[in-house]
T-cell receptor, first 116, second 114 residues
């Protein structure tokens, strides 16, 4: 079945540094990927839609310059959290459109980011 | 605007008992509806989805859900819960501009008593 690999699963970084999270579709091509953020004990909030070969589309209230998204190939999208602060600590999950049938996406296993 | 409400934050059931998790949605047209399950620290696994047709949808792991347009509901059910079903369950609706963009409910945490 369709598999989406997300890496790293867990990262701790210092305030002010940048962190890159990768989302890779392993056995299918994903022209569109989505990035979600999940606060502790909360639901998932869509951050942005990542389209291969074009600029990402950000949801209202999401800082484009803080959360840089690059979708340079049909199997890879990256989310870079720039100049990270403790309030950016969260669980980030990607999903990829394409292999699960109409309307459904395959999710990665998530990345736990802790900024200290 | 589209929204999803899961009124129960926690539900505790005994192993072997039946389960129903509630989900209500707000949507202007025929919705695409999903149920996902998340184990602690993990990603999401699709249990089932509804697009059209038969309003009773069968999913994996013995789960089913029924779409009721008149009640704007898509409740998840399982006749006999197993201890391994303990997890967080999310109901979601596909956004109007793209059914692949999901709007999630706040989730229901299922606890299973031995």
């Amino acid at each position: 079945g369709a598999v989406v690999s997300q890496h790293p699963s867990r990262v701790i970084c210092k305030s002010g540094t940048s962190v890159k999270i990768e989302c890779r579709s392993l056995d299918f091509q994903a022209t569109t990927m989505f990035w979600y953020r999940q606060f502790p004990k909360k639901s998932l909030m869509l951050m942005a839609t990542s389209n291969e070969g074009s600029k990402a589309t950000y949801e209202q209230g999401v800082e484009k310059d803080k959360f840089l998204i690059n979708h340079a190939s049909l199997t890879l999208s990256t989310l870079t959290v720039t100049s990270a602060h403790p309030e950016d600590s969260s669980f980030y999950i990607c999903s990829a459109k394409g292999a699960g049938g109409r309307g459904s996406c395959t999710f990665g296993s998530g990345t736990r980011l802790t900024v200290v | 605007a589209q929204s999803v409400t899961q009124p129960d934050i926690h539900i505790t059931v005994s192993e072997g008992a039946s389960l129903e998790l509630r989900c209500n949605y707000s949507y202007g047209a025929t919705p695409y509806l999903f149920w996902y399950v998340q184990s602690p620290g993990q990603g999401l696994q699709l249990l089932l989805k509804y697009f059209s047709g038969d309003t009773l949808v069968q999913g994996i792991k013995g789960f089913e859900a029924e779409f009721k347009r008149s009640q704007s509901s898509f409740n998840l059910r399982k006749p006999s819960v197993h201890w391994s079903d303990a997890a967080e369950y999310f109901c979601a609706v596909g956004a109007q501009d793209s059914s692949y963009k999901l709007i999630f409910g706040s989730g229901t945490r299922l606890l299973v008593r031995p």
